[in-house]
């Protein structure tokens, strides 16, 4: 095994993410298949080939001026969230007297 | 009006000739969308106010003698990862059940610039991620074709609608093959443009080096025509390319393809589904009769594009759906208890089995002691996978290949295999990898009357040449 419970838990733990008892198994099982096939990637001599990050072009600089614009109002903005009150974001209490 | 088998074209000149307004062909696209609906779940929900305004608006440019623009009345549907203002946007995830954006895509208002009605979103993978459209927190999608078979996906829906007939053309997103896959199991017309073609500016981002938004359509003519108004340069998304956008109907018309130089990569016949490549081998015999050259070719780097894009796809998911944390997009877990436990109750309890895959994928290569193992190690392959296509791209001028090794397979029938449904996508992720125009075209059908597409792969910004090679095969294969 490549991947044991516990890594799954400590992975999960930084992705902030919960997981069931059960979907640790399973995690385990299938991240365990999966990075088993990842694993080929080193059978590939890559020495001297730089890492792509992403897909460029030439001739574009990429960034636009930097001028003011609209923007969209506070309104709108907190209009989705879980939860909000007078123009902010409200999460549970984070700093205990 | 027909408005299950209408083309753009025909709309255009139905307009003209006053046979039809662009509101009573909205209200119709409307009313049979509606009522097909149920049979594939394909639609989400229907934008009918936004459609009929837009609809409304095409009357009053036509009435002043104004150009209504080149998709003037086109009922339109969207894939529902592509934002819309005002209009429900879920990523068929129960994360964004009640999200409502408060701004519109670029490609969104491009494409209304142009005239085109919007009436839907379309169902999909949940956050775009998988091959299938299983993975949709609001059930999966038929394929009109054969409605106990999956659609494809993740842009199942958006290939759904087309196929049948509840919309005109419609707009998917395309990360590992989620345009061009579904577009082969529903018999209809994908299009993944180049990398940066596209704005991506309101496309929910999955994994942003590999993101495209492209068209789907029931013929090459339209499909072209519905990428002509959403391409170019947008100030709003940096990686969109400066590149002038040529003229792809003229590019058609200039149609002879004689001595148009094809490759077939020979990795990609190897372990092909017997029918599947029995009908990808008549389309090469078509092409042949056109006139193209066609060569076998190598693209070496093929056996390891799979772990790659899983690798760097992943990786960019883990960031990207960090955001959804109970703060900003509507959905928290009721669980009390200290920020961080909110984070983590809200994540394990509104994101579904895949989408949880994929976080703890990427964030296991992009931690501490595997990162240049995984992730750099990735993107070294990545680099030689695009250079495959650059040393081909000096000898061919297209490059042609499946696009699935197998068609349409049945609901529920590869739910519990994430490895092999992974795998499957080896035919469409190098493209994407490399960041090259590649599109899936009606090719045939099996022995079972299954759709089977074929890929046509071109150089950087050569749409142009994929469009004329994809037109005259169209043409000659009715």
Do not use: W
Not at chain 1, 16 to 25: C, G, H, P, S
Not at chain 2, 316 to 330: F, H, K, P, Q
Not at chain 2, 394 to 402: I, R
């Amino acid at each position: 095994m490549k991947i044991t419970e516990q890594q799954v838990r400590y992975v999960a733990d930084l992705a902030n993410l919960k997981l069931t008892t059960d979907e640790v198994a399973r995690m385990a099982r299938e991240m365990d298949e999966i990075l088993s096939h990842i694993d080929q990637l080193s059978e590939l001599d890559t020495t001297g080939v730089e890492p792509m990050a992403q897909v460029l072009y030439p001739g574009g600089d990429g960034l636009r001026d930097d001028v003011e614009g609209a923007t969209l109002p506070n309104a709108e903005v907190t209009a989705n969230a879980a939860a909000a009150g007078a123009g902010f974001f409200k999460v549970p209490r984070v700093i205990e007297r | 009006m027909n408005v299950a088998t209408l083309t753009i074209s025909e709309i255009q000149t139905g307009l003209r000739e006053k046979k039809f307004t662009a509101q009573e062909l909205c209200a119709e696209a409307l009313r049979f969308a509606e009522a097909e609906n149920p049979k594939t779940n394909a639609y989400l929900h229907f934008s009918t106010e936004r459609a009929q305004a837009a609809a409304r608006a095409v009357d009053e440019k036509l009435a002043r003698g104004e150009d209504p623009g080149p998709l003037a009345g086109v009922p339109v549907a969207v894939k529902d990862v592509i934002v819309t203002k005002g209009v429900r946007t879920t990523c068929a995830s129960k994360m964004l059940e009640t999200y409502v954006p408060p701004y519109d895509a670029t490609a969104v208002i491009k494409l209304e610039q142009a005239g085109g009605v919007i009436i839907g979103k379309t169902n999909c993978d949940e956050f775009a991620m998988g091959s299938s459209n299983e993975n949709s927190a609001f059930g999966a999608v038929r394929n009109p074709v054969a409605l106990d078979r999956v659609p494809g996906g993740s842009s199942g829906g958006s290939a759904a609608v087309v196929a049948q007939g509840t919309a005109v053309v419609s707009l998917g997103s395309d990360t590992g093959g989620s345009i061009r896959q579904p577009a082969s199991f529903c018999g209809v017309v994908g299009v993944t443009p180049t990398y940066g073609r596209v704005s991506r500016y309101g496309l929910v981002a999955f994994a942003s080096s590999l993101d495209h938004i492209g068209p789907f359509a029931r013929n090459v003519n339209d499909a072209a025509t519905l990428l002509q108004a959403i391409a170019g340069r947008d100030p709003m998304d940096s990686t969109s390319a400066p590149a002038p956008v040529p003229d792809y109907a003229a590019a058609m018309k200039a149609g002879d393809v004689r001595g148009m130089k094809i490759g077939l990569p020979k990795e990609y016949f190897e372990g092909l589904a017997s029918e599947t490549g029995d009908v990808i081998a008549r389309g090469i015999e078509g092409l042949k009769k056109l006139g193209c050259d066609v060569r076998e070719i190598s693209l070496p780097t093929t056996k390891y594009a799979v772990p790659c894009y899983y690798v760097i796809s992943s990786a960019e998911a883990s960031s990207n759906l960090a955001r959804y944390d109970g703060v900003r997009y509507t959905r928290r877990s009721a669980e009390a208890g200290s920020l961080i436990d909110m984070y983590k109750a809200t994540r394990g309890e509104f994101f579904g089995a895949e989408c949880k895959r994929r976080i703890m994928l990427g964030t296991y290569v992009l931690s501490h002691g595997y990162y240049d193992a995984y992730y750099i190690k990735a993107q070294r392959v990545r680099h030689l996978v695009a250079q495959d296509f650059s040393k081909a791209f000096e000898n061919v001028d297209a490059v042609v290949a499946p696009v699935s090794p197998f068609p349409a397979f049945k609901l529920g029938e590869k739910l519990n295999d994430p490895l092999q449904t992974y795998l499957s996508d080896i035919y469409t992720i190098t493209g994407d990898l490399a960041g090259i125009p590649c599109m899936s075209v009606p090719c045939g059908k099996t022995n079972d009357g299954l759709p089977v597409g074929m890929q046509i792969l071109t150089n950087h910004f050569r749409e142009d040449t994929m469009f004329r090679l994809a037109h005259a095969f169209e043409q000659s294969n009715q």
